[in-house]
């Protein structure tokens, strides 16, 4: 039912009402998915199978998957990546010398030393 090429509908999750095509059947019960939603794994309960499908080889890549949707007059969703940015530095604050006082400190009395 979920083979390689077959058009589907996303149930669940973020993507959820969009259609997308299964590009690679994963073990157990997910199917890898593209389309006009995001390319990545997904669970076979949170599909439902069109009766459409699409002449696309098993991990076809999203430019081909995009080319197929195109033949249907469907749109893809296209992800870039972000740009890199500079990351702002944190200056460190800088040390404040200490001011002489004015008046002079008091010195502290040994109890050795006893007045004689």
Do not use: W
């Not at 998915?33 to 309960?45: H, I």
């Amino acid at each position: 039912m979920f083979d390689v090429g077959r058009v589907c509908v996303k149930l669940a999750g973020r993507d959820a009402g969009q259609k997308c095509v299964v590009v690679d059947v994963l073990e157990g019960k997910y199917v890898l998915v593209d389309g006009m939603t995001r390319r990545r794994k997904c669970n076979m309960l949170h599909l439902e199978p069109l009766e459409e499908t699409l002449d696309i080889k098993k991990g076809a890549s999203h430019a081909e998957v995009a080319a197929a949707f195109k033949a249907l007059n469907l749109e893809v969703k296209t992800t870039t990546k972000k740009a890199k940015t500079a990351k702002p530095k944190a200056a460190r604050k800088a040390k404040e010398k200490p001011v002489a006082d004015a008046k002079p400190k008091k010195e502290k009395k040994d109890p050795a030393k006893k007045k004689e």
